[in-house]
């Protein structure tokens, strides 16, 4: 019989539930297995998110994987941004976002205003 399953609360709980998950890869779902799998994704989902937060990528990148995501150019994004200069500095890390490229930005591409808000961080090539 299974374990019982209980809060993942030090790094052996969490290595047993990923164990445990690969065990049960697969199971279909509505079954004992498949909810099972369920409730053990979810605890190590809470697990990594305490203990291993993940930042949100940095706006300059997040635009680059949109682009990439929707097979756009940079002259894509000149309704959104601006002139071609413009959408070079952007994209170059020269000058910030304003509120009117974040806002057109996150209602044409769907990348998350949070996401755009935040400081471009500097290119460390430059």
Do not use: C
């Amino acid at each position: 019989m299974a374990a019982e399953l209980k809060p993942i609360r030090t790094e052996a709980d969490y290595e047993n539930a990923l164990a445990d998950v690969a065990r049960l890869w697969g199971a279909k779902t509505g079954t004992a297995k498949g909810d099972r799998l369920d409730v053990l994704a979810t605890l190590i989902d809470a697990y990594e998110a305490q203990h291993d937060p993940m930042d949100p990528p940095d706006p300059i990148d997040a635009i680059a994987f949109r682009m990439e995501q929707q097979g756009l150019s940079r002259k894509d994004l000149e309704p959104l941004i601006g002139t071609r200069a413009r959408v070079a500095e952007i994209m170059n890390r020269q000058r910030s976002l304003s509120m009117a490229m974040i806002r057109r930005l996150h209602q044409h591409l769907g990348i998350s205003a949070d996401v755009l808000i935040r400081p471009t961080v500097p290119d460390k090539a430059a």
